[in-house]
């Protein structure tokens, strides 16, 4: 880390204890950045970050999350991590979202046993409240690029404006340490990138299905260009894609946008 270590936290201590074949051997880390998955983007041109690099912050100023939102980054509570891919075959990213899923999901069980639950598509969920999730980016200059950030809320305080919302060692009940955790989530995302790779969606898909907490529920889309959907999560098609059945019988196949479950109250959580 620079000037301000927080806890034990230095890339010799991490990369001593990470099990990895190539994932993170190359790590940059910061105490504070704008936000890692950005910093990845901001350098592909210069072509000088192999495949497998892996950035991680204590902290970040303008941490990203999906269709535009921030995600708040303090500092000696949570984890900020993005890995960048060149993918030898590219099929879309929403199967990547969910491989993220997985990763993350059997690094928090490697690590404490717990077992977390998956919203489609790209939050991890504990007694009903978000404490992670995925940003998935892709491009094609210049080459195929494959950037998955993921954020977790392992002890830090919950903003207010977000009542659907925890971290991970209140939740779980139990203490967790940040380096195991990067550490494990590490070795899960290569594990399943490589499955991936050499098996295809459907290893990722019966894996997420495992940790499913979407389907058979009854969930509000909300997609861009289109009116507010509901109905009940039915299925993931192989590509990654969720498979709506609507109030009026339609199936509807949702591949972006979000998707809230309702709560025993009748209203709909929103990620
Ligand atoms: C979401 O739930 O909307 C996705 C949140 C993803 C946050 C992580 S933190 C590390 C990486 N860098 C970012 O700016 N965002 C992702």
Redesign the pocket.
């Known amino acids: 880390m620079g000037s301000n270590p927080v806890d034990s936290w230095n890339a010799r201590d991490l990369q001593a204890g990470l099990k990895t074949s190539w994932l993170g051997h190359r790590l940059y880390m910061f105490d504070e950045i704008d936000?890692?998955?950005?910093w990845l983007k901001n350098r592909l041109t210069a072509e000088t970050d192999p495949h497998g690099t892996v950035v991680l912050a204590d902290a970040?100023r303008?941490?990203?999350?999906?269709?535009g939102?921030s995600?708040w980054?303090p500092a000696g509570t949570g984890l900020?991590?993005?890995a960048l891919f060149y993918p030898e075959r590219f099929d879309n990213l929403g199967i990547t979202t969910l491989l993220a899923g997985v990763a993350l999901a059997e690094g928090v069980s490697a690590l404490t046993g717990i077992k977390v639950g998956l919203k489609w598509p790209?939050?991890a969920i504990l007694h009903g409240k978000k404490f992670a999730?995925?940003?998935a980016e892709a491009g094609t200059t210049p080459r195929p690029w494959l950037i998955i950030?993921?954020?977790i809320n392992v002890s830090g305080p919950v903003p207010e404006e977000l009542p659907n919302a925890g971290n991970l060692v209140s939740l779980g009940g139990c203490p967790v340490d940040r380096v195991l955790l990067w550490e494990r989530t590490m070795e899960t995302l290569e594990r399943m990138y490589d499955g991936w790779l050499s098996t295809g969606n459907e290893p990722v898909l019966e894996r997420w299905t495992h940790y499913n907490q979407t389907l058979g529920q009854r969930v509000l889309v909300s997609r861009a260009g289109h009116p507010p959907l509901t109905g009940i999560a039915e299925a993931i098609d192989s590509d990654g894609c969720l498979r709506v059945k609507s109030a009026n019988g339609e199936h509807v196949r949702i591949c972006g946008g979000e998707v809230s479950l309702r709560l025993a109250d009748g209203r709909y959580a929103p990620?």
């Not at 936000?35 to 950005?38: G, M, V």
């Not at 303008?62 to 269709?67: E, H, V």
């Open positions: 936000s890692t998955n950005l970040q303008a941490g990203r999350g999906r269709l939102k995600w980054s900020y991590t993005s790209n939050d999730g995925i940003l950030g993921i954020g990620s």
